[in-house]
């Protein structure tokens, strides 16, 4: 299950970058719509979605921060100004995204991906374990453990950025070398 939640992270990352464009429409039979349908309600996807957002939106806030680099080479009054001001910008660009990627508007999207992934004999599968005990535990805990999962790998992530800073600037230095100042668009 954790790998779900990855994936769905993953895939709402690179839905966020894909153009809006919606592919031709699948027909799914009822039954199996239906099915899938109560198999999201069981799974609580809105609220694992907010769930998500809750979790996501710090990340992307000091992964915001760190792209805008170092601010102290800014005089005082502009570093203030800059901090003052990051808060609304950041609130503002999560706004933009998660108004894109609420669940009600990528539903439809899922619902063609588990219709085209599982057949409805699975998805009734699944739907008993998400009734039973077990899979309502599963659903109950899955916010801590996705929580869980996403401080390691954020702390992990923290490890391997100043690495891969070092190497990408390695990187560009030696394409400059290579093939000189054209890549500063000169």
Known sequence: MGRFILLVAVG??????APQESAAPTTIDPAKRAAIEELFSLMKMDRLMQSMKSQIDPMMGQAIQKSVGDMTSLPPDQQALFAKELPAFLKQLTNAMWDR???EKLKPEFVKIYGETFTLDEINGAVAFYKSPAG??????????????MTVTQQLMGDVIPEVTKMTQAWVQEMKKKYGDSLNGK
């Open 136 to 149: 309502a535990a599963m659903i109950e805990k899955l916010p801590v453990v996705t929580g869980k999962i």
């Open 12 to 17: 709402m990352a690179s839905f966020a970058q």
């Open 101 to 103: 990627m609420s669940f």
